[in-house]
């Protein structure tokens, strides 16, 4: 009971960086490498703000803006600098490699001794691992219905647009260049958020925490989208938190069959690759069903 309770409280946390990719990855149509530089960039920026005297909730939305900085960056190397995404956001997320070892003054520092969200006082009144389920939570509550407003607006819907079909967006006389690099501030935003939160529930941050992010929170978009079908953009957005608190179930299941810890990424790497691969997979079936169902006609 424990574990599955934890693997909710976890996916919950992680929620945070699928919704931070889908504003990329779905809507604007490309895969932000930066993600993997920006997470321990937050997790970093929180980590020595709390160690500096920062109140936990501070150090957290401080985290957010630093990312949202990383994400500046990217797009203006995008836009400005003609470089492509993939390559921009290389180059960035290698930046901030060193730029996390000048934050933390080392490879990884801890929170031991300090206070974080996790150890605010009404959480202790909660039962064992509960207290991560109710901050993720509310935590996702809270980004979830803000990026959902944020969509619904002018400036969301410019957004959308220039995702959907940028040669309509300009002749909307929407500013296309803007719109990508508001959507990479606010996604760097959010990853950062999250590396924040969970360097706050692992108790440290680690220059190296941010390898394989990027596949973490491709999982819980797809594998979201995989389990619900055919939904609306809001709904979408639900579906990610879901679809990462099934991911980690699906590692807590690996993990009960023998495997080694050690193997995760490379586990995560193939649950995502079948999940991918789905679409394709039920094509082949259905199209091996109408020939069986043509041949046995002709008999």
Not at 4 to 15: D, E, F, N, P
Not at 42 to 61: E, M, R
Not at 155 to 160: D, E, H, N, P, V
Request: net charge positive; hydrophobic share 55%; proline share 2%.
């Amino acid at each position: 009971m424990s574990l599955m309770v934890s693997a909710i409280g976890q996916g919950l946390l992680w929620a945070v960086l699928g919704v931070g990719l889908f504003l990329t990855f779905r809507i604007l149509d490309f895969a932000d490498m930066t993600v993997e530089g920006t997470f321990p960039l937050g997790a970093a920026v929180c980590v020595a703000g709390i160690s500096h005297g920062l109140s936990p909730l501070a150090a957290t939305l401080l985290a957010f803006v630093i990312g949202s900085l990383a994400g500046l960056m990217t797009g203006l190397l995008y836009t400005k600098g003609h470089i492509p995404i993939l390559l921009a956001g290389i180059l960035v997320m290698t930046a901030c490699y060193s730029i996390n070892l000048r934050i933390l003054g080392r490879a990884n520092l801890s929170l031991l001794g300090q206070k974080t969200l996790f150890k605010l006082p009404f959480l202790k009144s909660l039962p064992p691992y509960f207290d991560g389920v109710f901050l993720g939570a509310v935590i996702m509550i809270l980004v979830t219905s803000l990026v959902i407003y944020f969509l619904q607006t002018d400036l969301g819907q410019a957004f959308i647009a220039t995702g959907d079909n940028q040669t309509m967006a300009r002749s909307l006389s929407i500013n296309t260049d803007r719109m990508k690099i508001l959507g990479l501030m606010v996604s760097n935003g959010l990853i950062a958020f999250g590396g924040a939160l969970v360097a706050q529930n692992n108790g440290y941050a680690d220059v190296n925490m941010g390898i394989g992010i990027i596949v973490i929170a491709l999982a819980s978009i797809i594998i979201g989208e995989v389990a619900f079908g055919e939904l609306t953009l809001n709904q979408r957005l639900v579906a990610v938190t879901l679809g990462s608190i099934l991911y980690r179930f699906v590692l807590l299941l690996v993990l009960k069959l023998g495997f080694n810890a050690n193997d995760l990424n490379l586990l995560s790497a193939i649950v995502l690759a079948l999940c991918m691969m789905l679409p394709v997979f039920e094509q082949h079936l259905h199209l091996k069903h109408l020939l069986k169902r043509g041949l046995d006609r002709n008999v």
